[in-house]
Every structure is written in structure tokens, then in C-alpha cells.
């Protein structure tokens, strides 16, 4: 995907992938940022919570730049 996020200086290609993993059995997803989030009992759960972290990140964005 070749396009711009909020944070780059340019345009630049992006790869998408598959974010759900399992660290011992246990259901996480990986951020951006770097960081693991989780565990969830199923992977329609950690669907929704991917959506809300998103939805967060967001508007934590936003926060940050109208000050």
C-alpha cells in the first residue's frame, strides 16, 4: 500500500499483516508502536480491541496536535 500516515514526511509503502499472534497459547496483537497487547479468549475479541486501540491511538493523535 503506497500512501501517507499522519506522522510520515512522505509518502512511503506500507505492508500490511496479519497482527494476531499467540505467545504461548495466549492470543495477543502487535502495534505499531511496538508494544503486545492482550491476551484475548478469541480472535473475533482481539478483532474488536485492534479496532479500539486504533480508535484510541486516534484520538490520542489528535489531542497531542491541537495543542
Known amino acids: 500500500m503506497y500512501g501517507m500516515r499522519a506522522q510520515d514526511t512522505a509518502p512511503t509503502?506500507?505492508?500490511?499483516?496479519?497482527?494476531?499472534c499467540r505467545v504461548?497459547?495466549?492470543?495477543?496483537?502487535?502495534?505499531?508502536?511496538?508494544?503486545?497487547?492482550?491476551p484475548f479468549d478469541n480472535a473475533?475479541?482481539?478483532?474488536?480491541?485492534?479496532?479500539?486501540?486504533i480508535e484510541r491511538m486516534q484520538v490520542l493523535s489528535m489531542n497531542m496536535s491541537s495543542r
Open 44 to 53: 473475533a475479541t482481539a478483532e474488536k480491541e485492534i479496532q479500539a486501540y
Open 24 to 38: 504461548n497459547g495466549e492470543l495477543y496483537f502487535t502495534t505499531r508502536e511496538q508494544t503486545l497487547e492482550g
Open 13 to 20: 509503502t506500507h505492508f500490511r499483516c496479519d497482527r494476531l
